[in-house]
Structures are given as structure tokens and as C-alpha cells.
């Protein structure tokens, strides 16, 4: 009896047996006595019978992938076949072949501001990443062309991007050094210009190798918290990097930003303080219209930063400030002149009009280094970049398709954003991704399809054509204010506290790339983060395991970090000994990072006459309930597999189930974003008609669950404390009758029988003798 005088019932159809004793089963060879036999599947064989059972498992994986191609090449009977299969990598040909009228008004309104704000925004992200201006417009052209083709979000706005375009331009300059990005020389610039491209184009190549040969799971290096401490230490970053254009003097920014800092008021004395007075004035005019948008037209937004350009032109031009007050460009540098004792340039001055000519990157000539040492010195930032305009691309694209009812295609996405990457490097762009600002104004103005791209595109080719003559005076502090303006967004110290409350773990990778970032770049703070996170994973594995593996997890965190350090270092070669040494690093890397993404989910079935669960492939006499898909994941939830689990447990909500009960006990660990993956699971299944019911958590699991408000964000009937509540309460759905008027007041009551399922965390309703409610189940 329980409290309330209710009895639980487990109530089953077929032979319950001896529910509680289980049948007499008390060992685990109790369970192998009574059930093994013919068609019990032991995992006891020889040398011989595992190559012949790994050698079927590859034939099998071979049979069925070219049975797939050749039951896709059997449906090609005519010509209209042949090129639905010919235009499937292009989701645009859907699109068109569905579009409305009636979407014409809302792609069109949204390309047009969408375009009005890609002007001043690549102008301002090209500094970031040490190119001229113009380059920021190209990077608006061909790239949105490509994602329109073939992406799959139809709100995305694709193209330049801060966040990017600053981890482009670190990665640069921590190649080719300080003196040439910063320098004013034609050669040098040159030299920029051309090794960005090449650096954009091999970005392309890797995101092309993750997509042919399926290695998507590399982006789970970029967890959350690091993405998160990143975006927040990016934000100072980009900020600092815009101090010298405000302040009107020559500043070159620094890894260690607070010697940034100490340096520009150290020039205090040098501060033109026409350029920050109206550098600040119009930073508060457009924080203020901005408010006017938010306040006043949260569905139609007007692009501000267009007019503050143009009010910024004007004041230049009209008021003399180019000749009177300096706010002026560098002239025609005499022979000899020391670049030094320079006047620093504060307005954009001459961009060319026009396209630029396609041209297929390649690597330029670099005092001291060698074509070889400029390739190897290129993998590791453009691996890291790939990645990271993956991830950002994806997040955006999966956080908007989200809110307007469709799923964007990962594959497809990363097919997008290497092919887009690859050729337009070869037409002036680097590296390119999707807004956040800019897509959420798409999002705002009601775009239907990516076609919302044809207006913007439309706008950005009379930008190239006709306006670049009228940017001439054009201030760089009107720039510096439109990139400072934008970091508001990315300051995620929110995000910081709620890790602080939920895992300390997480909280350190978190903190670790925020300093990092602060003191020593964008490019090692992410370094920092990734390693950090990797090897508290490694930690928290190794610390549950016996002393041999921990050695061998020891062995392998070891690897991971000389790994991190040497290739930080920028110091590998193409040829010689220490190759070997790197490959089999890199190798040892992606066979943790493959093995971590690895987990193994078992569905399982009750045996007859007990209340155990086991896996039916081993047990094939246990019993799956119908309706209901009984699982189990062995291993743990990590940012290194939760994007995959959500993917297989998604594939197992198949039409005829409608409750899915996951068996818990076997995690060990689990980390901030594999909890967000969790919650989202959680409501994709509610939209779909399908309960996820939670059973089994380890105390240390719910204690991480309570502190990150997992419970607030799920219904009373969620989490259960045995499997076996779980699957009773699941087959309840279907068969019991609607509630009571009082059984509605009560989360945890359900109807088969009188049964009471009890559930982590709630008590019985009903008050016990003395008028006081009944005491929390015991968890």
C-alpha cells in the first residue's frame, strides 16, 4: 500500500508472472539459466567467428548501400526522372516549383532591407578581417547567389560576418605577421588580399571533405560553452579592434588586448576629437533608432545604419572635416617616408567599381617562408574556420527553421557552405556565414523563401556598379560604430552564470576561452576551449573507469594536448621526421573524437514473466509493448554525441509508436549542450504526438537536471523513477478513459486499475491521516 490507501498495480495484458520476485531471478546467471538457448545471442566466440561476424557486417553495410543506388537507379524509367534526381541537391527547384504570389511582397520587402544593410555592414566586417573594403561587398554577392541554389533555411542571410571575418583575420595575421597586414603598402595588401582568399578556399575543401565522407561530427570540437565564452571574448576583441578608427589615430591591436588599451590612452594626446565626437553621436543616434524599431516597428525594421552612413558622407564632405580636422586619407607616401610619422587615414577613400576578375586562388609569394611552410601553416586555421562557419551557419539555420515549422538538412547545409566558400573565393570573397542580426530582420519582415535573396542580391550589384565613387568620404569611425554597435548580441555573460549554476565543468571551459581570448587572441581562445573541453571529457571518462584504461585515457589527453600546443605553435613542417609524429597524433584525435560521438542505444523488451528489460537482440523471447519503443543509451551524453542521439531517437518515432520510454541508468555524464539537445527532443516529439518518458536517472544526473531547471521546462509526466512506471504509464495512454474532475488535479495519478506511478519528485495527492500531504517519493 502507498500513501492515500492506493495500491500500485502493474497491470499487463499478458503473463505478469511473479512481478515481485521477478520470477525467481536474482543473479545475472539466474537470467542467463532460464533464458539462454536457441535463440539467446552470446557474445562468447572465437578468433575466427569475430573476423567472419565483422566481415558479414561489411558486406552487409556494402549490400545495402548499393542496393539503395540501385533501387534509386531503377526508378529512373524517363527523362522527368532523371532530373528530379538531377535537381535534388538544389532545393531552389522545389521552391520555384511551389512558389506563391502572394510571397512576393514578403521576400521582396525582406531582400531590400536585408540588402540595405549588407552595405555598410561588409564595408565595416572587410576591416575586420584586414581587407579593403570592397572585398566585403564581393563577399555579398556570389555567396548568397550559391546558398540560394542550394541552401535549405529559407530565412538565412548569407554572406559577411563579424564574428568570422575577425577569426579570418587573426588566423592571417598570426601567419603572414603584425607588419604586413597592418601595412599601407600596395605588396602588402597584395599579399593579404591573396592569402586570404586561398585560406577562404581551403575552408571550402575541408567542409567539402566533411561531407563526402560523413564527418560532421567533427563540429561537436565547438561545444556550447565554448562557442559561448568565445562569442563573449569576441565581442571585447572586435570592440578594441575598432578603438583606433574612433579614436582617429594608428593603433595597432595587440593579442593582448588590455596592452591595446593601455596603448591608446597612452595616445591620448593624439585622440582627434572630431572623429569620436561624431563617431559617439552616431553610435547614440542609432542605438536610439534602433530602440524606435524595437518600441515602435518590431515587424518592419528600418535599416538605420544606411542612413548614419549616408549622414556620415555628407558631414565629411560638406563640412570640410577632410581638410580642416584631419578626418582625411594617407596621400601619395613620399620615398623614404617613414610609415610611422604617417597622419592616419579616418575615411574610406577611393574603392573601384565594379566585379572583380575570377581568379583561382593561390598562394603568394611571402619573404621567408617557403609555398610549403605558408600550405602547412594553413591546415590547422582552415580545419578551425571550417568548422566554425559549419556551426554557426547550422545553428542559425536550425534555431530559424525552428521557429517558422521546417528542419534545414545538416548534409545539405554543409554541402551549401563548402561549395559557396570554394568558389567564391575564386570571385574576391572570404570566407562567408550566416547573420544573426540580419536573419532575424528576414525573420521579422516574413520571408517565405531563400528567394528573398534575389532583391538583396539586386542591391548589393548596384552597390558595386554605382555608389562605391560617393564612399569616398565615407569616415571609418561611422564603420567602427555600425561593428561596435552589432557586439551586443554576442556578450553572453548570462550564458556564463547559468553554467556556473548548473556545472562547473562547463563553467570552466566557458571561463577558460573568455580570458583566453582576452589575453592571448580569437584563435587561442578557441584552442583553449576545445582542448579544455576535450580533456575534462577524457577526465570525467578515465575517473569511472579501472587504473589500465585510466592510463590509456591519460595516454591519449597527453597526445590531445601536445597536439593543441605544437600546432598552436604555427611551427609544423610539410616534410621530415615530425610528420609522423603529427599524423599520428591527428589520428589518435579523430578516433577519440569518433569514439565520444559513438554511443550505442539498445532497444529493449520485457522478459516473460519478470519486470527486466533487456535488449532484444541478444534476448530475442523479450517482449517489445506495442506502441510503446523501450530504449537505453550505453555511454554519455556529451556535446560529442547529443546532436546524433536526438537524430536516432527521432528515427525511432516511427508512425505506429507513441511513447518512447528512455532507459537512463546507463549514463554516466551529461553536459550543458546535450541537455539543450535534450529539451529539444523532448518538445520535437510533443509537436509530433509522441511522449518521451525519462526513467532511471543517476542521482548526480538529476542533481544537474534540478540545478539547470530541466524539470520547469517539462510536464509532471516526464521523469519517472523506474522504467518499469514508465512503460506501465506509457501503455496508459492508449487504453485508459479520460480522467476525473479530481484525477485532473492530480499530475501523478493515472487510471488502469487504480495504479499510482510515482513519479521523481512528486507525491500523492491525497493527505494522509494526520491532513498533511504525503511524503516525496523517495530518489
Same mark, same amino acid.
Given at each position: ?16 508472472? /511473479? ?70 541537391? +538544389? ?118 571533405? +566533411? ?24 565581442? +571585447? ?11 582617429? $589615430? ?25 572623429? $569620436? ?29 544606411? +542612413? ?17 580636422? /584631419? ?40 619573404? /621567408? ?215 599520428? $597524433?591527428?589520428?589518435?584525435? =579523430?578516433?577519440? =573524437? ?54 536516432? =531517437? ?72 523506474? =522504467? ?56
Amino acid at each position: 500500500m502507498v500513501a492515500g490507501g492506493r495500491t500500485r498495480v502493474d497491470s499487463w495484458n499478458d503473463d505478469a508472472g /511473479d512481478t515481485a520476485s521477478n520470477g525467481g531471478l536474482r543473479t545475472e546467471a539466474d537470467l542467463l539459466n532460464k533464458f539462454q538457448g536457441p535463440g539467446f545471442n552470446s557474445s562468447h566466440y572465437t578468433f575466427g567467428e569475430a573476423l567472419k561476424r565483422d566481415w558479414r557486417t561489411a558486406m552487409s553495410y556494402v549490400s545495402s548501400n548499393f542496393h539503395l543506388w540501385g533501387k534509386q537507379a531503377g526508378q529512373v524509367k524517363s527523362v522527368k526522372d532523371a532530373a528530379i534526381i538531377a535537381t535534388k541537391p +538544389f532545393p531552389i527547384v522545389k521552391t520555384l516549383a511551389n512558389y506563391k504570389l502572394s510571397y512576393i511582397s514578403f521576400d521582396a520587402a525582406a531582400g531590400l532591407v536585408e540588402g540595405i544593410m549588407k552595405i555598410p555592414s561588409g564595408l565595416a566586417y572587410a576591416l575586420l578581417a584586414n581587407m579593403p573594403p570592397q572585398y566585403g561587398l564581393y563577399t555579398s554577392l556570389m555567396p548568397p547567389f550559391i546558398y540560394m541554389l542550394l541552401g535549405s533555411c529559407a530565412q538565412i542571410s548569407f554572406g559577411v560576418t563579424a564574428i568570422e571575418a575577425l577569426v579570418l583575420g587573426e588566423y592571417v595575421k598570426s601567419v603572414l605577421g603584425e607588419d604586413v597586414v597592418s601595412s599601407e603598402e600596395d605588396a602588402d595588401i597584395n599579399i593579404t588580399v591573396k592569402y586570404t582568399l586561398y585560406l577562404s578556399f581551403m575552408v571550402g575543401i575541408w567542409q567539402l571533405i +566533411f561531407r563526402i565522407f560523413q564527418l560532421q561530427f567533427v563540429s561537436v570540437l565547438l561545444a556550447d560553452p565554448v562557442m559561448s565564452g568565445f562569442s563573449t571574448g569576441g565581442a +571585447f576583441i572586435i570592440a578594441t579592434s575598432q578603438l583606433g578608427s574612433l579614436l582617429g $589615430i594608428k593603433l595597432s591591436n595587440q593579442d593582448f588586448l588590455p596592452g591595446t588599451w593601455v596603448k591608446a590612452i597612452q595616445q591620448a594626446d593624439d585622440w582627434n576629437w572630431v572623429t $569620436i565626437a561624431l563617431g559617439l553621436s552616431s553610435l547614440a543616434v542609432l542605438m536610439f533608432c534602433q530602440y524606435l524599431n524595437k518600441r515602435y516597428m518590431p515587424k518592419f525594421p528600418v535599416p538605420w545604419q544606411i +542612413f548614419i552612413v549616408i549622414i556620415g558622407i555628407v558631414v565629411t564632405s560638406q563640412l570640410n572635416l577632410k581638410e580642416d580636422h /584631419d578626418v582625411s586619407v594617407i596621400g601619395d607616401i613620399p620615398s623614404g617616408f617613414p610609415i610611422a610619422e604617417l597622419p592616419y587615414g579616418t575615411v574610406i577613400g577611393d574603392i573601384p567599381s565594379g566585379f572583380p576578375t575570377a581568379e583561382f586562388p593561390s598562394l603568394p609569394v611571402v619573404p /621567408d617562408h617557403t609555398e610549403g611552410q605558408l600550405f602547412a601553416k594553413s591546415i590547422l586555421p582552415a580545419f578551425v574556420l571550417a568548422l566554425f562557419v559549419f556551426v554557426m551557419t547550422l545553428s542559425l539555420g536550425t534555431f530559424f527553421s525552428g521557429k517558422n515549422g521546417y528542419k534545414v538538412n545538416a548534409s545539405q547545409e554543409l554541402l551549401t557552405i563548402g561549395v559557396s566558400n570554394t568558389v567564391s573565393s575564386m570571385c574576391g570573397a572570404f570566407i562567408c556565414s550566416a547573420s544573426f542580426s540580419r536573419t532575424a530582420v528576414v525573420h521579422t519582415l516574413g520571408a517565405k523563401t531563400v528567394l528573398h535573396g534575389v532583391m538583396a542580391l539586386l542591391i548589393m550589384i548596384l552597390a558595386v556598379t554605382l555608389i562605391t565613387e560617393q564612399l569616398y568620404y565615407l569616415p571609418k569611425c561611422i564603420l567602427a560604430i555600425i561593428v561596435i554597435n552589432a557586439i551586443g548580441s554576442m556578450l553572453e555573460f548570462r550564458h556564463g552564470a547559468r553554467y556556473y549554476k548548473t556545472s562547473k565543468w562547463d563553467f570552466a571551459v566557458w571561463l577558460v576561452t573568455f580570458i583566453v581570448c582576452l589575453l592571448a587572441g580569437a584563435q587561442y581562445g578557441i584552442y583553449a576551449g576545445v582542448g579544455l573541453a576535450l580533456l575534462i571529457m577524457l577526465f570525467r571518462s578515465a575517473s569511472s573507469k579501472i587504473v589500465v584504461l585510466g592510463s590509456i585515457y591519460a595516454g591519449v589527453g597527453l597526445a590531445l594536448l601536445i597536439m593543441l600546443v605544437r600546432s598552436a605553435s604555427s611551427k609544423i613542417v610539410v616534410l621530415g621526421r615530425e610528420v609522423g609524429i603529427y599524423v599520428s $597524433i591527428d589520428l589518435t584525435l =579523430l578516433i577519440m =573524437l569518433f569514439r565520444s560521438a559513438s554511443f550505442k542505444i539498445m532497444v529493449l523488451g520485457r522478459l516473460p514473466g519478470t519486470t527486466v528489460y533487456r535488449n532484444v537482440e541478444r534476448f530475442p523471447m523479450a517482449k517489445e509493448t506495442e506502441g510503446v519503443k523501450i530504449v537505453r543509451l550505453d555511454g554519455s551524453l556529451n556535446f560529442a554525441n547529443w546532436e546524433k542521439i536526438v537524430h536516432t =531517437l527521432q528515427g525511432l518515432a516511427t508512425k505506429d509508436i507513441h511513447s518512447i520510454a528512455f532507459d537512463a541508468s546507463a549514463i554516466t555524464t551529461i553536459d550543458s549542450s546535450s541537455l539543450r539537445g535534450l529539451l529539444e527532443l523532448v518538445d520535437d516529439f510533443e509537436t509530433k504526438g509522441v511522449k518521451l518518458l525519462l526513467a532511471n536517472w543517476k542521482a548526480p544526473q538529476r542533481d544537474l537536471l534540478e540545478r539547470s531547471h530541466f524539470y520547469e521546462h517539462v510536464t509532471d509526466d516526464t521523469i519517472f523513477l523506474t =522504467l518499469h512506471d514508465a512503460v506501465i504509464y506509457a501503455k496508459t495512454r492508449v487504453v485508459s478513459p479520460k480522467p476525473s474532475s479530481d484525477e485532473k488535479n492530480d499530475p501523478a495519478t493515472i487510471t488502469e486499475a487504480g495504479g499510482h506511478v510515482w513519479r521523481v519528485g512528486y507525491t500523492d495527492s491525497t493527505a494522509d491521516a494526520k491532513g498533511e500531504p504525503a511524503a516525496p517519493s523517495n530518489f
